[in-house]
């Protein structure tokens, strides 16, 4: 498809040249460009085709960066990018060196806040717009935020601070449920009239006459706004907004350019906080995300035009074996639940839901709340199994200490997505979980390689263990080299055993196939390296201490995808010390958390964590005069 329109636009100025007829055309060449780039790169599709209308309207008729827009999460943030300037970047989405999935200020000045988790949005445009007003500074902010970020608490502490910004706007793109839907021809009419740039005007100039008029004026004017907010009381479902000092507008097509262009130029008459609620179809304009937006919310590169059933399942990863294993086990105990936080494709819990839907609960973007909901099914008898993404866990940190174990519940963690995550970049690395849990002594950590010990160790928590405890694996695919490795039940294994070893590698995790291939080189470098792997990371297994101190071993370097302070690694160190070892302990872990978005090798690679960076380092270690 030629982009005649597109490739015109550079910044959101060509947009204020254009009219509405080319407007329209562009929305349609936008639609077009996101189907086609994304189906090669992978990204998020659902959201950002569901938000170009309200995007171009937005770009219209402000002017970023002096106005602010504030993307909830990010996953809709593609049209602004594309308006602002980066559409050269669309080849390397999510790739190495090319454009982040989500808003960055450091890759746009347009970008006013990096953002990746839900429910935020709000908090951080009433900072913006509070900053503003102390400053004197012009401008508008303005939050766009889904449906679903309402079912974060964060959302209501944000609306209950915004006071009387005037220079705030709060964009709800209602795509999934109705929230406070108007109904009926009055209302629509209404709402036409109230979204009017003339009414604005006509509001203002009877409000300033009347207020000029002696005795009497600021009498009528107060009659007059308590007659308007009974008859909306009356009309409208939605007063929870403008009790919480909120004008509320809508609903509005949020496919219908004309209306919302007509919305959007009347904002700087705004004299309170508005908020506009608009509806929008996730997938709009490409059938299968229309049919399933859920399964096209986030995808990797396909085929666009052989997309046949929107309802496949996933191909095989860490995420479907936990789920079917977690089906299966379900059926044989009635009291086995499971909980996600609006993650249930991407957790693999369409499985319960499908098999044993009184037992599935989806809790929405409330991670806090999902994890003191399950710690009271336990203590009221269930058995529940918490899935979260590893970098959404970590906002539950407070309720895990707690709600969980502080009274020993008995409470599964399922950890999708836990070490390092490709395409996503630094909002969703799972790189944390590791450390912050092994705060708690008391909580067995598990961090099985391959889908035979996933399978494994997943139906022995449930079944042989009680109280608070975890499993975490990473995102995708089994590492094919790790794919035939037998599960032996340990806890620890010596998985590669060299005759001479002065070096031994241990890891957890997928980590653990970079190590073994880092033994294979240093095979072949007269430096044989003896291997260790870890299942139970916390509380540190027994007998792995005393193993690695008592054949004598010169170096110990202990590799993992996680940060490296409060890590695993330390953990073992402390340990090795307190046991006497004598050699030199190296510890190869995350020293920073500015991670791009990069392939898994890349990601690796760039922190030292590749199979050549790890024999460098035991290189290195044994050429300081150490024996090898």
């Known amino acids: 498809m030629e982009y005649r329109l597109l490739e015109k636009v550079h910044s959101p100025q060509d947009l204020k040249r ?219 479902s939605s007063t929870f907004f403008e009790e919480m000092g909120l004008r509320y507008v809508g609903p509005l097509d949020g496919h219908d350019l004309p209306a919302l262009c007509e919305v959007v130029s009347s904002l700087p008459t705004l004299h309170k906080p508005l908020f506009l609620h608009v509806e929008t179809h996730k997938g709009k304009g490409f059938v299968p995300a229309e049919k399933n937006p859920g399964a096209f919310h986030g995808v990797s590169s396909f085929n666009a035009a052989e997309v046949t059933d929107p309802e496949m399942s996933p191909s095989d990863s860490f995420s479907t074996v936990f789920g079917q294993k977690l089906a299966k086990l379900a059926a044989g105990d009635e009291r086995i639940c499971a909980i996600t936080a609006a993650m249930k494709y991407g957790t693999g819990l369409q499985y319960m839901k499908k098999q044993h839907l009184a037992r599935f609960f989806d809790v929405g973007m409330a991670e806090e709340h999902a994890v003191t909901f399950a710690a009271a099914l336990a203590a009221g008898g269930m058995r529940p199994v918490v899935a979260i993404y590893s970098t959404f866990l970590q906002r539950a940190y407070d309720q895990i200490i707690h709600d969980v174990m502080l009274g020993g519940q008995d409470v599964l963690f399922a950890i999708d997505r836990a070490g390092l995550v490709p395409g996503d970049g630094e909002t969703h690395q799972g790189i944390y979980d590791a450390a912050f849990l092994s705060q708690q002594p008391d909580l067995p950590v598990f961090s099985p390689s391959n889908y035979t010990e996933l399978d494994y160790w997943l139906e022995k928590l449930l079944a042989e263990y009680r109280g608070p405890r975890a499993i975490r694996y990473p995102r995708g695919k089994e590492d094919a080299a790790l794919a035939g490795q037998p599960c032996t039940g340990n806890k620890w294994d010596r998985v590669v055993e060299t005759k001479g070893a002065k070096v031994a590698l241990v890891s957890y995790g997928t980590e653990i196939a970079e190590a073994r291939a880092a033994a294979v080189l240093l095979q072949g470098e007269k430096l044989p390296a003896d291997v260790y792997q870890m299942v139970q990371i916390n509380p540190l297994p027994e007998g792995l201490s005393e193993a690695l101190k008592s054949r004598g071993y010169k170096l110990v370097l202990f590799a993992e995808e996680g940060v490296g302070q409060g890590g695993i690694g330390e953990h073992l160190a402390l340990q090795l010390l307190q046991a006497g070892f004598k050699g030199r302990f190296v510890h190869r872990a995350l020293v920073s958390n500015r991670i791009d978005h990069a392939t898994l090798p890349q990601l690796r690679q760039d922190a030292g964590l590749d199979a050549l960076s790890l024999a460098a380092a035991v290189r290195n270690e044994m050429g300081r005069g150490h024996e090898a």
């Open 18 to 236: 254009m009219d509405l007829r080319e407007l329209e055309v562009l929305c349609r060449e936008i639609r077009h460009f996101l189907i086609e780039n994304v189906s090669k790169t992978g990204g998020h599709l659902s959201s950002n085709l569901g938000m170009i209308e309200v995007t171009v309207a937005l770009h219209r008729f402000l002017n970023t960066p002096v106005d602010a827009i504030v993307f909830d999460v990010g996953h809709q943030s593609y049209t602004h990018k594309l308006l602002t300037g980066r559409r050269e970047g669309f080849d390397k989405l999510r790739a190495k060196g090319g454009l982040s999935g989500f808003p960055s200020p450091q890759e746009s000045a347009h970008d006013a806040f990096i953002t990746g988790h839900g429910s935020t949005s709000l908090s951080v445009a009433v900072g913006l717009a509070r900053a503003r007003k102390m400053q004197n500074q012009p401008g508008l902010v303005v939050a766009v935020l889904g449906d679903g970020a309402f079912t974060g608490g964060m959302v209501y502490e944000g609306m209950n601070n915004i006071g009387e910004l005037d220079n705030l706007v709060v964009i709800l793109n209602d795509n999934e449920m109705s929230i406070s839907k108007n109904v009926g021809a009055v209302a629509q009419y209404l709402t036409r009239l109230r979204t009017s740039p003339t009414y604005y005007r006509a509001k203002k100039d009877v409000k300033n006459a009347l207020d000029h008029t002696p005795v009497i004026g600021s009498g009528i004017v107060r009659g007059i706004q308590g007659m308007k907010a009974a008859l909306r009381k009356t009309l409208y």
